[in-house]
């Protein structure tokens, strides 16, 4: 199955950590399955060219792979209806 959103973080980030919190948290896990989980230290040379692609400036960042729409936040009341969207479960 492919992943429907990339999700980027870095090892040491306390906004990646919040945002892994409303992922396992407020959404109890249940979009995990559909997100492809980037962390830059673990892969530089393809957050790189994702970086390069998309554009984004900070981490965490979601990035819906159909559409390409890019969300860099890491608070509930902008993740969970970014999910809801992009994801079809």
């Known amino acids: 199955m492919s992943k429907e959103v990339l999700m980027l973080t870095q090892t040491v980030c306390p906004y990646c ?3 892994k919190v409303v992922l396992n948290g407020a959404l109890e896990g249940d979009y995990n399955d559909h997100i492809e989980f980037i962390n830059r230290e673990d892969n530089e ?3 790189a060219e994702l ?3 998309y554009e ?3 981490v965490p ?3 819906d ?3 390409g729409e890019v969300l860099s936040d890491s608070k509930p009341d902008t993740i969970i209806p970014f999910m809801e969207k992009h ?3």
Do not use: C, G, Y
Request: aromatic content about 14%.
């Open 17 to 19: 950590d919040r945002a």
């Open 45 to 47: 040379e393809r957050f």
């Open 51 to 53: 970086r390069s692609k």
């Open 56 to 58: 984004f400036l900070t």
């Open 61 to 63: 960042t979601f990035i």
């Open 65 to 67: 792979v159909a559409s």
């Open 87 to 89: 994801i079809t479960l």
